[in-house]
């Protein structure tokens, strides 16, 4: 079974658009989930009714989750512990208000989310200021339907978010559903653009098929005000197609259920090689006697014609199943940029340049991501707060602070290396850098700035006013005891004039 087949066993909406099936298919890989919809489990050979079951009628017993971890690998890159972006902007009061934000919003876990989620193609990141408070919702984009400005096509003029729903859990959510309508299906529809946020009730199949025009929800429908659409939308990948990015993991799809299935049936040939199945020739045949089956402890008394053997299956089957999957999981992540990097065959803690070439495709990986999930995703979401802050009366509250309004000026962001750098490697630039200034090649400035964004500090500015003040004060240390030396030299030889005098 490939990718193909597999998606043909999934439910299709057809009033729904073509790339929310595509979307919702690939967040079943994503979540591991894709074989769910098989009927059978893989140690089924046959139906109640003795009819052979194919191996791709069944569910694998085994799921290498390989597409996932390459998922949680590259993001962890981008957002993980100790791989957040820094803030950098030109008003210090700004650069306290983001810290606090990003603090408060729990910034790292929803771009963590966010980027796990847009794997499959792409990803939405609501704001909303409720009570003046800036909060954030990781939305899934298979239901949501952007629309660009003409003008500046790289801005939404809308978002649209539309799809199916039981009366049961509308009547759950404070919607008045008949009792005989709760089992039916309902069209939800809420659109954001760059003044309302706007609900409309719930619409029956019927009077959709009716074209009615959907009314709107007076009593849910927001106005904010803020001249802009509220939603940040990102793009996975460049490339994929329309308001999607290309998906980080569908090229190995194929492979990884190849693994699959070939792991289960290499464990399936380990049970039975433990319980081999037992084939009996016997003599002149009984009419109406089935064959026997059972395993090897069954024991037998056969006529003087007849013979037994175990079918049983070369050990060398399971070395060469594994030999394949190690081939196929390194096509794999070949085609994905995944980590190839054999753990086991580390030998010692490695420098943060060789794990960085030790990992090169993932951090190949992890930087288009950090365009992607950064730039466009993580900086315009700031933009977008500090814009809001400006727009909503009152201002918003961040912390302890209420009323504050943001300066944006000179936002951007800086990235930290992919790994940490070692104390030999830190050694090895400051050795580096020191010789470069001392030749003239390289100013004092520039050579402190090199080494804190390394060594993992925020203020360069501030650590150079250190520095400088601790050169001054050794400086300053070194001329007073070259001062008290000359004193004491003055000393003696005053008191050896003395005594040469005296004597």
């Not at 943060?352 to 992890?366: E, R, T």
Request: proline share 5%; net charge negative; with cysteine.
């Amino acid at each position: 079974m490939d990718w193909q087949a597999l998606q043909a066993e999934y439910p299709r909406d057809r009033d729904m658009p073509a790339r929310a099936f595509t979307i919702n298919a690939l967040t079943r890989v994503l979540n591991g989930e894709q074989y769910d919809t098989l009927q059978y489990p893989f140690s089924k050979e046959r139906t109640d009714g003795g009819e052979y079951i194919p191996l791709v009628r069944r569910r694998p017993s085994v799921r290498s989750g390989l597409c996932r971890s390459v998922v949680d690998d590259s993001v962890s890159l981008v957002f993980g512990e100790e791989h957040f972006p820094s803030i950098v902007v030109e008003n210090d009061n700004a650069k306290t208000q983001l810290a606090d934000l990003i603090r408060e919003a729990s910034l790292p876990e929803i771009m963590i989310d966010a980027a796990t989620r847009g794997s499959v193609g792409s990803v939405a990141l609501l704001f909303q200021a409720i009570e003046h408070r800036p909060v954030f919702t990781v939305m899934d984009t298979a239901n949501l339907t952007p629309v660009w400005q003409k003008a500046r096509p790289k801005l939404l003029a809308s978002v649209t978010e539309r799809y199916k729903v039981k009366g049961s859990d509308l009547a759950e959510q404070g919607y008045k559903i008949l009792d005989a309508d709760r089992a039916a299906s309902f069209w939800f529809q809420r659109i954001w653009d760059d003044t309302n946020e706007t609900w409309f009730l719930p619409q029956s199949m019927a009077d959709a098929g009716d074209r009615k025009p959907m009314a709107i929800d007076p009593d849910r429908s927001v106005e904010h005000g803020l001249g802009f659409v509220p939603i940040v939308w990102i793009r996975n990948l460049p490339g994929g197609d329309g308001p999607d990015g290309a998906c980080s993991f569908e090229a190995a799809i194929d492979t990884t259920i190849e693994i699959d299935y070939l792991l289960s049936q290499g464990g399936r040939g380990l049970k039975y090689a433990s319980d081999p199945t037992l084939v009996i020739k016997q003599g002149p045949m009984i009419p109406g006697e089935p064959a026997r089956q059972g395993g090897a402890a069954t024991a037998l008394t056969l006529p003087p014609e007849g013979d037994a053997k175990l079918l049983e299956i070369n050990g060398a089957a399971a070395s060469a199943v594994l030999e394949q999957v190690r081939y196929l999981r390194s096509l794999a992540m070949e085609a994905i940029h995944g980590n190839r990097a054999d753990a086991d065959r580390l030998k010692a803690a490695q420098s943060g340049v060789a794990q960085k070439l030790m990992h090169q495709s993932l951090v190949w990986l992890a930087g288009r991501l950090r365009l992607t999930y950064g730039e466009n995703g993580l900086l315009t979401l700031l933009r977008m707060v500090c814009a809001a802050s400006e727009k909503i009366d009152g201002g918003l509250t961040i912390g302890d602070a209420s009323g504050v309004h943001i300066d944006p000026s000179g936002l951007e962001l800086r990235w930290p290396d992919y790994f940490k750098p070692t104390n030999a490697d830190l050694l090895a630039t400051a050795q580096a850098l020191v010789t470069a200034n001392a030749g003239g090649l390289l100013s004092q400035v520039t050579a402190v700035t090199l080494l804190a964004r390394i060594a993992d500090v925020d203020d360069v500015g501030a650590e150079l006013l250190l520095v400088q003040a601790e050169a001054a004060a050794k400086a300053q240390q070194a001329a007073d005891a070259q001062a008290a030396a000359d004193i004491r030299a003055q000393a003696n030889v005053a008191k050896n004039e003395t005594r040469q005098i005296t004597a």
